[in-house]
């Protein structure tokens, strides 16, 4: 029996071409909804400097309110980059160190039990953040972003090209 009158082989081509066209979709859902997560941290920590201020001194996080601006611009402009998808990968780097910063400090104890008890790390606010991050990075932000739009343009040079 040849290969391409296999019914199995032919539904998982099928089943591979859905799950390309969906891709793009679904990064698109992703760069939304954390961008928008990411966008409203940081505003909400430029209008709260005090009390952000506060909480970082308390995690004994080094220049806090230096910290606190810092953060809030990452997440801010963070936020805005990935809602456009404008040089999403480079965006999302600033963007993970916030959030590993995060655990390391805020969400302490869930990073510390990960290996005894994982599901109180995996509900902590930081990782779906950080998990969408990876994503993004991985992946990219797909072809409905600017960045999309840019890669799809004609270049006479490339970055990668013998990867």
Known sequence: MAASSCP???????????GGAFQHLLLLIIRLYWG????????????????VTGFFSKLDIPFPAQMVYLVATVETVGGLLL??????????????AVMCVAFATAHQEALLGVLHDPETFFQQAPFLFLYALLILFAFGPGKISIDG???????????????
Do not use: H, M, Y
């Open 83 to 96: 809602l456009l998808g404008l040089v999403t990968r480079l965006t999302t780097l600033p963007l993970i």
């Open 36 to 51: 928008i997560g990411f966008l409203l941290a940081g505003t909400g920590k430029f209008g709260r400097i005090g009390e």
């Open 149 to 163: 739009w840019r890669d799809r343009q004609p270049s006479t040079t490339g970055c990668c090209q013998g990867l």
């Open 8 to 18: 199995v082989a032919q539904c998982t081509k099928n089943l591979a071409c859905i």
